[in-house]
């Protein structure tokens, strides 16, 4: 494990990495040793930096939901980051592409807490009936390590979170099959990507049930209000400046944003 130091070390240059837009080498590489443990401490940490700088978290980010990510990574379940409100977007917002290093995108549902939701033992109904509502999102996942990356490495640079943009319709969680919510991703009118949410775990709230589980020894949870965004269901696009973003999620509305 890390000293106390080390981790702050680690937090320091991610935060550095994330202001000058320059990649900074893996912690995984600079400290050999470094657990998941002390990934989410540094985590922690950065997220306190960046607050102490004016932001807040709003929400919940879950990655790493499909198993060909876990096996890409050597990881048996998901990681997670925070969102922060100056990293929240909406739909037809103009985003400036130099604010990431290498930017990508990908598709997800979001689901906005309608109550606090903490404890171990819980279920996808548990976070059905705290979720006021469930709505389209993307998300634009950016890294600030150096390739290649270690799980720790993508933890400590909050699981790769960049900045999500929301849209197209609010819906209450039992209102339809969350499980069956299709979408396709077009880049610049042309269709890159499609995918149903079912790939997340094979229920969308089954990667929130994950995360109230995690949360629940630490003494956290989610609380009413919080946006968590459940995992995607599609492979990431990568994205540059002039590039035109455009998801369906057909009965569900749509998005699309432009980057500059």
């Known amino acids: 494990m890390l000293t106390e130091q080390q981790r702050q070390d680690a937090a320091d240059a991610i935060l550095k990495a994330e202001q000058t837009r320059k990649v900074c ?24 930096a960046r607050i102490a ?12 939901t499909s198993r060909a990510m876990q096996q890409a ?12 409100d100056d990293a929240l977007f909406y739909d037809g917002a103009r985003i400036k592409a130099g604010t990431f290093i290498k930017p990508r995108l990908e598709v997800e549902l979001a689901f906005i807490m309608g109550e606090d939701l903490s404890g171990a033992g819980c279920q996808v109904h548990d976070v059905l009936r ?9 998300e634009i996942i950016d890294y600030r390590t150096e390739v290649p990356r ?8 909050n699981a790769a979170f960049g900045a999500i943009v929301l849209g197209g319709r609010t819906i209450r969680p039992f ?48 609380k009413k209000g919080d946006i968590v965004l459940g995992g995607s269901f599609t492979r990431p696009v990568d994205i540059s400046s002039a590039d035109v973003i455009f998801a369906d999620y057909g009965p569900l509305g749509s998005l699309g944003v432009r980057f500059e």
């Open 175 to 222: 209102d339809v099959d969350l499980r069956w919510i299709g979408a396709t991703l077009s880049q610049n009118g042309v269709i890159e990507e499609s995918g149903v949410s079912a790939a997340v775990m094979g229920h969308p709230a089954a990667g929130l049930a994950w995360l109230v589980n995690k949360l629940a020894p630490l003494g956290g949870g989610l």
């Open 150 to 157: 270690q799980i720790v490495d993508t933890i400590a640079d």
């Open 53 to 64: 700088g004016g932001a807040k978290i709003v929400g919940r980010k879950i990655g790493l």
């Open 130 to 138: 705290a979720t006021e509502f469930v709505q389209p999102a993307l």
């Open 25 to 48: 080498p893996q912690p995984s590489k600079t400290w050999p040793g470094m657990t998941l443990e002390d990934a989410y401490d540094v985590q922690r940490r950065w997220a306190e």
């Open 73 to 84: 990574s050597k990881m048996t379940e998901p990681d997670y980051g925070v969102i922060l």
